[in-house]
């Protein structure tokens, strides 16, 4: 696919070669989705482990390049803006996704973790990948596997996505493929593309077991992932990431912009009659004039992911890609993000949001506050035992009345709701209560709120999930 076209165009395109004719690999064999699933589960999964740390011998990009070798190197086939940062990613993947099918694209996004599904994170125009698909394309990646297993170890559970993502994109020939990095960037097997243009979400402390314990640390991991030519931007930076990446990008010979500082950037919070609060942003370049668009995700937060979006749009205009500012408006209006400030229960009033760290937990707080009316506010919580969880309790503990503890059953890197509400207590006095499962938390919330309270529930994907599939079976009996 060349940079130089303008049009959108939807074809499709043969399937990407295959590895060496001298490697004929021995398929999994996987008839069915639950097959080609509990194959796929069988793998490492990092997601799920209790606690890893940052070594060359988990992490190496060898093994996925090895992978996508035999696969016939797919990634090269696609265009693609890559996607790094700590908190964000999501948002300003489906922010530049909705405004891209807008403007006509066939786009691809491959994003993490999912929450009911795990088609969820391999979505073309936002539709899932389906189950057929998803089966012989497991059993394709799988023979991959097996015909380089002599050459490397056996591959990760994400590693085998992300090449499932790869072949995908590639056979469907997306115009374009948003991909979001999951850990790091520098080892993140999604950095074996070379992508059009990257961007960076904000960065904070979170997987220190992983990145590293400072500032510095992370954004050094992070920006492992920017590639020679290929422009950055960024949103604005704590200033020892900002140092990092202006290093980074000078040394390997690419430009690094900031919106808000070399690129035009500016929001505003207000409330009118027909949307209600919300932030209006503006982004101005040589190219483009986007003026005063509504961040149609709540939240301060949302609306430096939106302009990173806004802005990303316009590198990819002076990369070929032909867009009219009216459907970069309609699709930005469009936007869908589940789990993020996503109400997903009327009466009594429950919202979800996946905030799994100290600044997420901060900002989610203070976008309630300004978003969603409440007399009380009624949290349930739980997160992962490597996150920074002093500061995680103390952060719910200023905003949240009651407070219900409980592990979420998916993750085994879950903490113990008991142990928790002991942390909790050092530092607060404010009344919890422990529950065993999500239905119980449910039912408790449920039984203390009134009319005008909000039942919040965060700290994790994984528990968020697991109130949208209780929530869902609940309301199909």
């Given at each position: 696919m060349?940079?130089?076209s303008?049009?959108?165009?939807?074809?499709?395109?043969?399937?990407a070669?295959?590895?060496?004719?001298?490697?004929?690999?021995?398929?999994?064999?996987?008839?069915?989705?639950?097959?080609?699933?509990?194959?796929?589960?069988?793998?490492?999964?990092?997601?799920?482990?209790r606690?890893?740390?940052?070594?060359?011998?988990?992490?190496?990009?060898?093994?996925?390049?090895?992978?996508?070798?035999?696969?016939?190197?797919?990634?090269?086939?696609?265009?693609?803006?890559?996607?790094?940062?700590?908190?964000?990613?999501?948002?300003?993947?489906a922010?530049?996704?909705?405004?891209?099918?807008?403007?006509?694209?066939?786009?691809?996004?491959?994003t993490?973790?999912?929450?009911?599904?795990?088609?969820?994170?391999?979505?073309?125009?936002?539709?899932?990948?389906?189950?057929?698909?998803?089966t012989?394309?497991?059993?394709?990646?799988?023979?991959?596997?097996?015909?380089?297993?002599?050459?490397?170890e056996?591959?990760s559970?994400?590693?085998l996505?992300?090449?499932?993502?790869?072949?995908?994109?590639?056979?469907?020939?997306?115009?374009?493929?948003?991909?979001e990095?999951?850990?790091?960037?520098?080892?993140?097997?999604?950095?074996?593309?070379?992508?059009?243009?990257?961007?960076?979400?904000?960065?904070?402390?979170?997987?220190?077991?992983?990145?590293?314990?400072?500032?510095?640390?992370?954004?050094?991991?992070?920006?492992?992932?920017?590639?020679?030519?290929?422009?950055?931007?960024s949103?604005?930076?704590?200033?020892?990431?900002?140092?990092?990446?202006?290093?980074?990008?000078?040394?390997?010979?690419?430009?690094?912009?900031?919106?808000?500082?070399?690129?035009?950037?500016?929001?505003?919070?207000?409330?009118t009659?027909?949307?209600?609060?919300?932030?209006?942003v503006?982004?101005?370049?040589?190219?483009?004039?986007?003026?005063h668009?509504?961040?149609p995700?709540?939240?301060?937060?949302?609306?430096?992911?939106?302009?990173?979006?806004?802005?990303?749009?316009?590198k990819?205009?002076?990369?070929g890609?032909?867009?009219?500012?009216?459907?970069?408006?309609h699709?930005?209006?469009?936007t869908?993000?589940?789990?993020?400030?996503?109400?997903?229960?009327?009466?009594?009033?429950?919202?979800?949001?996946?905030?799994?760290?100290?600044?997420?937990?901060?900002?989610?707080?203070?976008?309630?506050?300004?978003?969603?009316?409440y007399?009380?506010?009624?949290?349930?919580?739980g997160?992962?035992?490597?996150?920074?969880?002093?500061?995680?309790?103390?952060?719910?503990?200023?905003?949240?009345?009651?407070?219900?503890?409980?592990r979420?059953?998916?993750?085994?890197?879950?903490?113990?709701?008991?142990?928790l509400?002991?942390?909790?207590?050092?530092?607060?006095?404010?009344?919890?209560q422990?529950?065993?499962?999500?239905?119980?938390?449910?039912?408790?919330?449920?039984?203390?709120?009134?009319?005008?309270?909000?039942?919040?529930?965060?700290?994790?994907?994984?528990?968020?999930?697991?109130?949208?599939?209780?929530?869902?079976?609940?309301?199909?009996?």
């Amino acid at each position: 696919m060349s940079e130089t076209s303008s049009k959108p165009r939807s074809r499709k395109r043969s399937p990407a070669k295959t590895g060496p004719a001298s490697k004929k690999p021995a398929a999994p064999r996987l008839r069915t989705y639950a097959s080609a699933v509990r194959y796929l589960f069988n793998h490492v999964n990092h997601e799920r482990m209790r606690m890893i740390r940052l070594n060359t011998r988990m992490f190496k990009l060898e093994r996925m390049k090895a992978l996508c070798e035999a696969l016939g190197d797919p990634q090269d086939s696609i265009r693609a803006v890559h996607i790094v940062g700590t908190k964000g990613k999501g948002s300003t993947v489906a922010m530049l996704t909705s405004s891209l099918k807008a403007c006509g694209y066939v786009v691809g996004s491959y994003t993490s973790p999912h929450l009911v599904d795990l088609r969820e994170r391999i979505c073309i125009n936002d539709a899932w990948i389906p189950q057929s698909e998803f089966t012989q394309l497991m059993n394709r990646v799988g023979a991959a596997a097996e015909s380089v297993k002599d050459e490397i170890e056996a591959p990760s559970f994400f590693e085998l996505m992300t090449g499932i993502a790869f072949c995908y994109f590639a056979d469907q020939a997306v115009d374009i493929a948003v991909i979001e990095a999951g850990l790091g960037g520098r080892l993140d097997c999604t950095s074996v593309i070379t992508p059009i243009v990257t961007a960076v979400t904000a960065i904070s402390h979170d997987h220190t077991h992983i990145l590293g314990d400072t500032i510095e640390k992370i954004a050094r991991e992070k920006a492992g992932a920017f590639k020679p030519g290929v422009p950055v931007v960024s949103v604005r930076q704590p200033v020892e990431a900002e140092e990092v990446f202006r290093e980074v990008a000078e040394e390997i010979g690419t430009t690094f912009e900031i919106c808000g500082k070399d690129i035009d950037f500016s929001s505003r919070f207000e409330t009118t009659a027909d949307i209600g609060p919300h932030t209006r942003v503006c982004v101005t370049t040589e190219t483009s004039k986007f003026e005063h668009l509504a961040c149609p995700l709540p939240g301060e937060h949302q609306s430096l992911n939106c302009g990173l979006a806004l802005a990303l749009l316009d590198k990819l205009r002076t990369r070929g890609l032909h867009m009219e500012d009216n459907d970069v408006i309609h699709g930005l209006e469009e936007t869908k993000l589940a789990g993020r400030m996503d109400i997903v229960w009327k009466d009594p009033q429950i919202l979800v949001d996946g905030a799994h760290n100290t600044a997420s937990v901060t900002a989610l707080i203070r976008a309630m506050g300004a978003y969603v009316p409440y007399d009380s506010l009624i949290m349930i919580f739980g997160c992962a035992e490597d996150k920074d969880v002093d500061d995680m309790l103390k952060a719910i503990s200023l905003g949240a009345d009651k407070i219900i503890f409980v592990r979420a059953k998916s993750n085994p890197r879950s903490m113990y709701a008991e142990d928790l509400q002991r942390r909790f207590a050092e530092q607060s006095g404010k009344m919890t209560q422990v529950a065993d499962s999500i239905h119980e938390a449910l039912t408790l919330a449920t039984r203390a709120a009134s009319r005008e309270d909000l039942i919040c529930v965060t700290g994790s994907f994984y528990l968020v999930g697991e109130v949208k599939k209780h929530l869902s079976q609940s309301s199909a009996r």
